[in-house]
Every structure is written in C-alpha cells, then in structure tokens.
C-alpha cells in the first residue's frame, strides 16, 4: 500500500485550494461556506491521497469531492424541511390593497424579464394567447415562443425569489 506524503498533500492543498474554493463558491453563493466545503472535501481527498497517482488524477478527484459535498450539504438542509397539514392561499381573499401589492410586485419582477421574453409572457399569459397565435404576433416560429417563454418564467421566478425571498410555484407550464 502506497503511503501518505503529508508535505506533498500541503503543497497540493496550497497550490490548489483557492481553484477549489472558487468551484463551491460558483455552487453555494456564499464564501465561508465555500470554506466550509472545501475542508470537508479536502478530508476525503487526504483519507484516498495514497491511491491517487497523478497530479491531474489528484485534482480531478478533489474537484468531485467539492461537488459531493455542496450537494449534500444542500440535500441535507432541504430534508430539514417540514410539511404542515394546509397551506394558507394568500390570494384566496384578497382585498383591493392586497391585489395592488400584487399587481406592484408583478410589475417590479417583470422589468428583470428581457423584452422578448417578457412580450411572450404577457401574450400567453396575461392576453390567454395560445403558442401559435403568440408566434403570429411577433413573427417568430411555436418553438422560439416555447423557449422565450421558459425562460422568462425562470427569469421571474428568480425576480420573485430576489425581491420576496419566497419561491414562487409556475404551474401549467407548456
């Protein structure tokens, strides 16, 4: 069985835990919990460094173990959710102050939303238009209305996130 070289493993960790960092950084948003996953990946890479050989083999393996780390790191803090018997519809009795606020707070989101995807949403959505009738208006094929429309439903679903932090549900989605 090879052994463990602990100077050469420190000179792998400072040659490249900045790249590592930068890696969980891009997958979580938050640098101290960037930190936080590269020591925990960097844990795994010292209990297998004796079985891995090359120096590409070494930082592929430590790029992998960033990965599975964030990921389970962010499975672990959804299965912390809890589900409740009923779910309060805030749009179920609504006043006019409520729909206002409503109105107000579509009106912020879409100004995120491109034009061209922003005209698809209002079309199908706001107008009830269908995809081919969409099309006919703006001159584009089904297909590009299809595809602006997707995402310009994630585009405000982020816009909503940012401006509520909520999550806002799309349903009937073509």
């Known amino acids: 069985m090879a052994r463990r070289d602990s100077e050469e493993f420190t ?23 960037a930190s936080d996953h590269v020591q925990d990946a960097l844990v795994k890479v010292y209990r297998h460094w004796p079985r891995l050989r090359s120096d590409r083999e070494k930082l592929g393996y430590a790029r992998k173990a960033v990965l599975s780390v964030v990921i389970d790191a962010k499975r672990r803090r959804s299965s912390t959710e809890v589900p409740v018997d009923s779910v309060v519809d805030r749009l179920g009795g609504a006043d006019a102050a ?14 995120h939303v491109p034009p061209r995807q922003r005209a698809c949403l209002v079309l199908r959505y706001y107008d009830d238009l269908s995809v ?20 310009g439903l994630d585009t405000l679903q982020a816009a909503f996130a940012r401006e509520t932090n909520d999550d806002l549900l799309v349903s009937g989605r073509e």
Do not use: N, P
Not at 98 to 111: E, N, T, Y
Not at 132 to 151: F, I, M, W, Y
């Open 132 to 151: 081919s009738e969409v099309a006919a208006v703006l001159g584009c094929t089904e297909g590009t209305v299809k595809s602006q429309t997707a995402r």
């Open 11 to 33: 000179s792998f960790v400072v040659a490249h835990q900045a790249k590592l960092r930068r890696i969980a950084y891009l997958m979580c948003g938050d640098w101290q919990l």
């Open 98 to 111: 409520d729909r206002s606020a409503d109105r107000d707070l579509l009106s912020r989101c879409l100004v």
